[in-house]
């Protein structure tokens, strides 16, 4: 949206820095994180009724590409788009890997997003109690970890071809099932609040390389039994979708044509996943 050249100059600096694609926000609950989004330009105007759609970027940590992915998407059909960035290495140790695993060191993943949402909420002075969440790859695992610990905070998720998948299995340790879960987080699952998520998964159909999710003895990620979902991101996909539907959870599974490992071409599918979504 154009100024006005009535605008005061606050309302200027506003709609150039935080409306439509807006700048980098540090977390103020965490500072070494940081976020940004796209706030529809018309918001002012009528803010009720927008939703929130969290998009976790991959190891490859391209927030900003997700955030301007969806930003049509939520300009047309009133979506505030939140996309984190939880850079490599925040411990100085130079793993890639924490955010995936929601627990590393004394960051709790989670809990840091969810105060990005609170700090989005109280700058919009909207409620976000519920919002929708989307993460591919290194996205992919957080969400489908995210889901199992907080879902009475979601109102969707679609976890788009996590290397690694966390099964409802209490026999198996966190994070390969949720054993141990509320040791570790402080929280137990939640299969009726789980049931009240819609839940995509996704993966292209041809995700078919296993270099870099077959997890090996030794390496930071490995845990006993990580690698019996399947050897590829396909197979891994369709045991995570029998597991939820085992416990009776409604799983809607895309499997993308003609699409490797690409996150950006699964967008369009989480955009008509989230416009089939009740009221």
Same mark, same amino acid.
């Given at each position: 949206?154009?100024?006005?050249?009535?605008?005061?100059?606050?309302a200027?600096?506003?709609?150039?820095?935080?409306?439509g694609?807006?700048?980098i926000?540090?977390?103020r609950?965490?500072p070494?994180?940081?976020y940004?989004?796209y706030?529809?330009?018309?918001f002012?105007?009528a803010p009720?009724?927008?939703?929130?759609l969290?998009?976790?970027?991959?190891?490859g940590?391209t927030?900003?590409?997700?955030r301007?992915?969806f930003?049509?998407?939520?300009r047309?059909?009133?979506?505030?788009i939140?996309?984190?960035?939880?850079?490599v290495?925040?411990?100085?140790?130079?793993?890639?890997?924490?955010f995936?695993?929601?627990?590393?060191?004394?960051?709790?993943?989670?809990?840091?997003?969810l105060?990005?949402?609170?700090?989005?909420?109280?700058?919009?002075?909207?409620?976000?109690?519920r919002?929708?969440l989307?993460?591919?790859?290194?996205?992919?695992h957080?969400a489908?970890?995210?889901?199992?610990?907080?879902?009475?905070?979601?109102?969707?998720?679609?976890?788009?071809a996590?290397?690694?998948?966390t099964l409802?299995d209490?026999s198996?340790?966190?994070?390969?099932?949720?054993g141990g879960i509320e040791?570790?987080?402080?929280?137990?699952?939640n299969?009726? !609040?789980l049931r009240?998520?819609?839940?995509?998964?996704?993966?292209? *159909?041809?995700d &078919? #390389?296993t270099w870099e +999710?077959h997890?090996?003895?030794?390496?930071?990620?490995?845990k006993?039994?990580?690698?019996? !979902?399947?050897?590829t991101?396909?197979?891994?996909n369709?045991?995570? *979708?029998?597991? &939820? #539907?085992?416990?009776? +959870?409604?799983?809607?599974?895309?499997?993308?044509?003609?699409?490797?490992h690409?996150?950006?071409?699964?967008?369009p599918?989480v955009?008509?996943?989230?416009l089939?979504?009740?009221?």
């Amino acid at each position: 949206m154009l100024s006005n050249q009535q605008d005061t100059p606050e309302a200027r600096h506003r709609q150039m820095y935080y409306r439509g694609s807006t700048t980098i926000f540090s977390c103020r609950k965490d500072p070494r994180f940081s976020y940004c989004l796209y706030v529809p330009q018309t918001f002012d105007q009528a803010p009720e009724g927008h939703r929130l759609l969290v998009a976790v970027h991959g190891t490859g940590r391209t927030m900003v590409e997700y955030r301007d992915a969806f930003a049509e998407f939520g300009r047309f059909n009133r979506y505030i788009i939140l996309a984190p960035l939880f850079p490599v290495g925040p411990l100085g140790d130079g793993n890639p890997h924490g955010f995936k695993y929601l627990k590393e060191g004394d960051i709790r993943y989670d809990e840091v997003l969810l105060a990005m949402v609170e700090e989005v909420s109280a700058a919009l002075n909207t409620s976000f109690e519920r919002f929708s969440l989307f993460g591919y790859s290194g996205g992919g695992h957080f969400a489908n970890r995210f889901y199992y610990l907080h879902p009475e905070r979601l109102r969707s998720v679609s976890i788009g071809a996590p290397g690694s998948v966390t099964l409802i299995d209490e026999s198996r340790d966190w994070w390969v099932g949720t054993g141990g879960i509320e040791a570790i987080f402080g929280k137990s699952l939640n299969l009726e !609040a789980l049931r009240e998520v819609d839940v995509q998964l996704l993966v292209g *159909a041809a995700d &078919l #390389e296993t270099w870099e +999710i077959h997890y090996a003895p030794g390496s930071v990620q490995y845990k006993e039994g990580i690698n019996d !979902a399947g050897r590829t991101r396909v197979e891994r996909n369709a045991t995570l *979708a029998r597991n &939820l #539907e085992a416990h009776d +959870i409604r799983v809607q599974q895309d499997i993308v044509p003609n699409t490797a490992h690409a996150g950006v071409s699964v967008v369009p599918y989480v955009q008509d996943f989230l416009l089939q979504l009740g009221a």
